[in-house]
């Protein structure tokens, strides 16, 4: 049987090849039409009259449960070795990793960060590279001679009946994205950011719902996404204490913010996803001390809003499904 991680270890012996390639790759047309042939057209979501690689269930009220068992997974590291010499990562804490879903419980054990980024981010370099080389040839060639080098997602797959809803066979670290939103007329305003630049192309400058984060042991999705929140906007320093004593968090609760869970966005490249959800905040007090907050440095691009639909390649994945979800709350 061939290596799994071949591909990837092929790859990354030019990591700036494969770099531009893996961009090439994701703003290639063809992507959406492959994923569409190797999953079907339904998979991907459609808002706003665009169509966007991440698979985005309606689940309100889910919630998280811890699973009896701990599935392993093949991990060879490589691409985590990148992301720390690139600065795109540095620290390897515990996260919480997707077992398996259903339409009330999202079934999690534990793994560590760079797990998720050894096998479900090598599964998104592997094919975006992999595309982004094959599609540089310039002919129309046939799909078999890219699915030929994707080893490490033929792995995956052979593992897990749907890896929508299975994690099996890798670490399938789980996020949070929430959208926090204020009723304007008919519409909504939410909060969305720019990633800082990155030497990933495909991370850089992205769009994406603030905040967004990973989940973590021991935290429920509402503290995790709360505390990403005060972290991420309000200007709260990271630490491993509880938010409830925190003055923004008080701010949060005389305001009378509502907080739901709204459903699961899985990415289709790398075959891991968020939990997402929704903060409403219609107090307009809460709103006017923006100019007081502070984005840490991940979204250095700034606020921004986000109209009509954003091209694929733009935007974070989990963000375009957890506006989605959002919207289709409403």
Known sequence: MPDPYSTVRALLLDPERSNFYANRGLHSPRLLEWLAGRYGPRRLLEWRGGRYPVVSVALPGLALRRSARENPFLCERALSALYARWGAASFNGPVLR??????????????????MLDTCYALEWELLASLGEWCSRGKRACWGELESKLLLRRHVEERS?????????????????MVVRRRCGRGWRVLAARRAPSRIGIRS??????PAGMLTPGKSIRQSALQELLEEVLGMEEHGRGISREPEYRRLVRAGAEFSVTGLAI??????GDVCATLTVDDAC??????QWRLNHEHAGGLVEINGAPPWWDIVPQG???????????
Do not use: I
């Open 320 to 330: 375009a499904g957890a506006l989605a979800l959002a919207e289709a709350s409403s």
């Open 98 to 115: 997707m077992m398996s879903a259903d339409s009330n419980h999202l079934t999690v054990s534990r793994c560590g960060y760079f797990d």
């Open 286 to 291: 809460w709103w006017a001390r923006q100019a």
């Open 267 to 272: 990415n289709m490249l790398s075959l891991c």
């Open 205 to 210: 400058k992205k769009l994406h719902v603030v």
């Open 161 to 177: 009946a749907n890896p929508f809803q299975d994690g099996t066979g890798r670490a399938a670290g789980l996020g949070v994205s």
